[in-house]
């Protein structure tokens, strides 16, 4: 738990208990590319908290994992964007999409 927060529930007004810790996958499943959307989006950080009374769970986002500062950018990498077809992410400068061939509005 990041900090000692003392939360209540919007449903009944009870103190909420911290349940733990935990990464949401981002992303969605596509009938033709499988998990390979999930895989690229990647996932949230966030804690869990339980009324014990109503029994409503809430999520709250526990900041950045060590995986968002793994990479740095050093102004040597091309600027990426993302496929609106499937999810991809590549080069900025890209025509189409090299997973499947959509056309960049970008460009």
């Known amino acids: 738990m990041s900090e000692a927060v003392e939360r209540r529930c919007g449903n009944c007004g009870c ?15 596509s009938g033709i590319f499988g998990n390979w959307p ?12 339980s009324c014990p ?14 995986d968002d500062f793994a990479y740095q950018d050093d102004g ?10 499937c999810g991809h992410v590549h ?3 890209d025509p189409k999409c090299p997973l499947c061939g959509a056309k960049n509005p970008n460009i």
């Open 53 to 66: 009374s109503c029994r409503k769970l809430d999520f709250y986002w526990s900041g950045p994992s060590e």
């Open 76 to 85: 040597s990498h091309m600027a990426q964007t993302t496929c609106p077809a």
């Open 91 to 93: 080069d900025l400068d």
């Open 15 to 29: 103190g909420m208990e911290y349940v733990k810790t935990e990464q949401l996958q981002l992303g969605k499943y």
């Open 38 to 49: 999930n895989w690229i989006a990647g996932a949230l950080n966030v804690e869990i908290w």
